[in-house]
């Protein structure tokens, strides 16, 4: 069993600035493409799943949480 996964679920973000792609597809952008904030090459950015880091992040915070 493959879940499909939800297109709002994935993005992509540069490694350099943190700026989150908001266009349609990321992997039909040009070759060239630039990030807006800094310049940097589209090699720079990352495939992120959003869903997963969310869950990751409420987790932490529940682990600090309970330690105080």
Do not use: H
Not at 31 to 53: I, M, N, V
């Amino acid at each position: 069993f493959t879940e499909k996964v939800r297109t709002y679920d994935m993005t992509w973000m540069c490694s350099i600035c943190g700026y989150t792609y908001d266009g349609e597809d990321f992997t039909k952008e040009a070759d060239d493409y630039l990030c807006p904030l800094c310049d940097s090459g589209k090699e720079s950015f990352q495939q992120r799943d959003l869903a997963t880091e969310i869950t990751a992040a409420t987790n932490q915070y529940f682990a600090v949480k309970e330690e105080k």
